[in-house]
């Protein structure tokens, strides 16, 4: 069984800076990419930002110049800096890893979300 564990989310003030991490655990062979969608009320999910193993960085054009992806290859662990929020970043924020574990092929898992809330 595959985890992808979230956490870092909260309340902050607009102009405040947050930090999310997810972990990923189990019998894990290779990560070829890991990354953050979001979710806010009455808008379909969306992608924020994606590493792949090759180093190959993407980002929403919204979170360019604020957010920064970056990975832990040791410790299956990938992060989002987020800077300068805005209350329109308010969303629950879902980690995703594609990956191939021990047993079988590649495959999408999501984690369980973490809520960011930017109000004043």
């Known amino acids: 069984q595959v985890q992808l564990v979230e956490s870092g989310g909260g309340l902050v003030q607009p102009g405040g800076s947050l930090r999310l991490s997810c972990v990923a655990s189990g019998s894990i062979f290779t990560i070829y990419t890991m990354g953050w969608h979001r979710q806010a009320p009455g808008k379909q999910r969306e992608l924020v930002a994606t590493?792949?193993?090759?180093?190959?960085?993407n980002y929403e054009d919204s979170v360019k110049g604020r957010f920064t992806i970056s990975r832990d290859y040791a410790k299956n662990t990938v992060y989002l800096e987020m800077n300068n929020l805005k209350p329109e970043d308010t969303a629950v924020y879902y980690c995703?890893?594609?990956?191939?574990?021990?047993?079988?092929?590649?495959?999408?898992?999501w984690g369980q979300g973490t809520q960011v809330t930017v109000s004043s």
């Open positions: 995703n890893a594609r990956l191939a574990t021990m047993a079988g092929p590649m495959n999408t898992y």
């Open positions: 590493i792949t193993n090759t180093g190959n960085i």
